[in-house]
């Protein structure tokens, strides 16, 4: 493999997606037992796996191998088990934000409301699609814990691993939370953006995964501190680098509308320092637009152009540049196994870069 | 104890109930550190708990008692944690059904709705309540892996126990998915009802939990049979006593309107076989009315006439009595301990009996 090629997530990818087919296939068979009306819903959980991006499993992977663990087929499996979680969330997520879609595709909830619709079945659509996907969700938790349990680690490498695992989902689903009381009370500081950010992204994508496969290869207590040292900056990174795409990013590569972000009224670090910064009656009309489902391209237009010329863009770059600094920094260390702090450095670049 | 008031149910429900409490209690502090906000989250799950009635536990401690286990605190906790898989099948059921009341209390998507209108936030009270119960039962199911997987019992014990608790989970899910289809396909044969019924009830609240009790103990190849033998007649048995309280029983007992169930469309056995036996002119009107949420106390009691005169409730309450006649006599058995089979025929009773 050519290294200026090498990507520490996608090299993850194929070993990932066959123990995630290898297991749904083993599942399927059990479940069109109970009943053959279920194929559309697996077919629907399959769908949603395969857009996955694997980043949870890459930094468990890279979180073992930095702890010296060995290349074997039953981390695969136990990082694998993260992607369930991930796919509870986002059907879960989509449900609860009535989210027409998902990666350019149909949420779960809208493609199971066509299921119904074009079964000609009586009842409300949208209402069958929502507690399908409810269930479906809950299928996915199942599955997570069942794939993790039954990955082939050890017995004590299992338990080792649980607090990290039982804190991971505890945690996402808190920040979730926290997130729609923030959205509720119209929080508009930094301070409450970055609160949620740190549960609902920081430890859920990048910290809570590294401390597991810490946990896993045996090192938890070693290793913790300098995968959070570097995990909380780098999530935090990333999630802003997903703001700004949410805001400015390509209807193309984003797979959602252009400015979603603003109608959808998302409490944004971004958000936040532009009505700081902004002066009075910009920040005020700002406020005004912010959430509105039906935002026209002309004032997503103005709205962007006051991010831009209040200097929140700029500000949250330079927070983003911080932030990559400080787990540029963590990574300092002999603590962590050189290749997989290679990887790790590559992940930095590969989770904050600036698309094009 | 005077051996006549025994209950097999209550017997277990104090050791239950201090196993959840002191679950809660711990993680409690945990969520709080994320955010104080979560608090009334916390309560709502609590609420929810208390109402439990612990049959799921119960069934799993007899099937550990049958198979031979000991008294020990260790089955109590793996027991206990199948209260939380119960609270997130209600917490998700009402949404799904967008039920208002649960037990006779506001349903927790409701009680979360209260809490967003009367704090003053911004955006739909409904929906965030909605938002947050899917979020709150995502939390159970995480807990009750974690409970189960934490409960002290032995790493044998737990793998052997791994497919009963996983088979579990789907099944109710899938059986819940199974019961959206049906009422969307307005199916009304009694073959759907039993089919919907055999995995939505007696597998999940009887069959399994027993056969998780046996694996527990090392006994699950040698007892599952007789298990099954007895699970799923008298889960069958409960569940169409339940359907004859959800039309005739009484308020104040059942915790829901009086013939709820008939407002809600629910397509039970009873339902089926009024259709299948009253005139067809009855039957059409039936069908008109039912899944009718604005039904008069009139048109109620005509339904109930109809359903006692047609000779469904008679030809109810017979099949109640064959399949427990069915579950009484699989439990002549050596294979099960003394004291475990006298429990087991006493929640016969206790699961079945017609309430006055």
Known sequence: MDSSHFSPVSFMRPAV????????RRRRAEVLEIGEELAPVLDAL????????RIRPAFCYWGWRGAGGPE?????????????????????????????????????????????ASSGWTGDSAAFGQGAAVLLGDLCLAWCDAMYQSSGLSEAALRAGRPAFDLMRSEVMAGQYLDLVEQAREADTV??????????????????????????????????PVYTAY?????????????????????????????????EGKRTVLVAETLRRAPAAGAAEFRRHLGDP??????????????????????CERRID????????????????DDA????ADLIVAATARKH
């Open 46 to 53: 399959e769908a949603m796996l395969a857009g996955g991006k």
């Open 341 to 344: 702090r290679s990887a790790l």
């Open 72 to 116: 074997t087929r039953a981390i695969h499996v136990a990082a694998a088990a993260l992607e369930f979680l991930q796919a509870c969330a986002l059907i879960h997520d989509d449900v609860i934000d009535n989210s027409d879609t998902r990666r350019g595709l149909p949420a779960t909830h809208r493609r199971l409301a066509v299921l119904h």
């Open 17 to 24: 997606d066959a123990e995630l087919a290898d297991f749904v």
């Open 191 to 224: 301070d409450a953006a970055l609160r949620v950010m740190t549960y609902k992204s920081a430890k859920y994508t990048i910290e809570r995964p590294l401390h597991l496969g810490a946990a896993l290869a045996g090192r938890h207590d070693e290793l913790a």
């Open 294 to 315: 039906d935002l026209s391209a002309e004032t997503v237009e103005w709205m962007r152009d006051l991010i831009t010329d209040s200097g929140a863009l700029a500000a």
């Open 231 to 263: 995990g909380i900056p780098l999530g935090i990174a990333f999630q802003l680098r997903d703001d700004v795409l949410g805001v400015f990013g390509d209807p193309d590569e984003t797979g959602k509308p252009a400015g979603d972000d603003l109608r």
């Open 322 to 337: 911080r932030y990559v600094a400080q787990a540029t920094d963590a990574l300092q260390t002999d603590a962590v196994a």
